[in-house]
């Protein structure tokens, strides 16, 4: 990214900004962790046989009677979800292997044995279920339960943090003072309009002459020129936030790297089946560049409030 003449001349410090009006505590929706847990459980289901038929169980019956859809030498009767004739399933209920009955259904007479009887149950989840899952360093139950744990956790403050973050940065913003340069909100709006452009020339389309329709579902403008406009407002209001990341990046020793462009772009066209050239033609270096550094002063503030929140 090009050096910037625009320069902070005063920084209001965030850590001193006003967050009284927000909720720092937070609650982990344990729903979502069983859930899971009852996912995975449930792909290990194990199968035994069992002395007495309960609801739910499979039972292999040999049926006799003068219907012949209730004449079967072998069949498998899952007792209780009502798959089968109503009547013989809750007969079927506390019969023992090898156990005859007789029963009348519609007035026929139906002799039952019961040959088997086998029972799905849904185990305890456990440390080979979890090895099966192939999940990066997790490898026992505990350890599952405490990433799904964390992974909640880190859901919720995300939300929660967002709404906060946003509030101390209206708050820098408003209590620093900025000497800005318009030419550099040109040449980021100028980056913006280039994805834009390079974007709609994948799709066979020109930026400049695309129509109401054309800009329908793809971006949320009628005309290049409310585009324009669109383009405009929205630099102008976070280049005070760009300004903060860069300042604050080059005081922490941060600067967004080739590496990790390559990574992200990597991301984004194989996310977006694009060609890796178009992709990079849309999301150049230093757009990418402009996008971290602010990314990086929010994360800053993230990084400081999360430790105020308390699980209640």
């Known amino acids: 990214m090009k050096s910037l003449s625009s320069e902070i001349i005063k920084e209001f410090n965030f850590r001193e900004a006003d967050i009284s009006g927000e909720d720092l505590t937070y609650t982990i929706d344990k729903n979502d962790i069983e859930k899971e847990i009852l996912r995975i459980r449930k792909k290990n289901k194990i199968s035994s046989e069992v002395p007495e038929v309960r609801k739910g169980d499979i039972a292999v019956c040999s049926l006799k009677s003068g219907n012949p859809k209730l004449n079967k030498e072998s069949i498998a009767i899952n007792v209780g979800l009502g798959l089968f004739e109503k009547k013989i399933e809750d007969e079927l209920i506390g019969m023992t292997k090898g156990q005859d009955k007789n029963v009348v259904v519609d007035g026929i007479n139906v002799d039952i044995k019961v040959l088997s009887i086998t029972r799905r149950e849904i185990p305890e989840l456990n440390d080979e279920m979890v090895k099966k899952e192939k999940i990066d360093n997790i490898t026992t139950a505990n350890c599952l339960i405490a990433k799904l744990y964390e992974d909640q956790k880190n859901k919720v403050l995300d939300s929660k943090l967002y709404n906060l973050t946003e509030n101390v940065i209206k708050q820098v913003i408003a209590k620093s003072k900025f000497d800005i340069n318009e030419e550099d909100i040109e040449y980021l709006s100028g980056l913006e309009i280039q ?118």
Request: no cysteine; charged share 35%.
């Open 195 to 312: 994805k834009a452009r390079e974007l709609a020339a994948v799709e066979g389309l020109t930026l400049e002459t695309m129509t109401e329709d054309d800009f329908n579902g793809r971006i949320p403008v009628k005309s290049y020129k409310e585009f324009l406009k669109m383009v405009k407002n929205m630099e102008t209001a976070r280049f005070p936030v760009l300004l903060l990341g860069i300042y604050n990046g080059g005081r922490n020793g941060y600067k967004p790297s080739r590496e990790e462009y390559e990574e992200s772009i990597r991301e984004y066209y194989t996310m977006y089946k694009l060609n890796p050239e178009d992709a990079k033609k849309a999301i150049t270096f230093e757009y990418y560049e402009s996008n971290q550094y602010q990314s990086y002063y929010r994360e800053i503030i993230k990084n400081y409030y999360i430790k105020k929140y308390e699980e209640v």
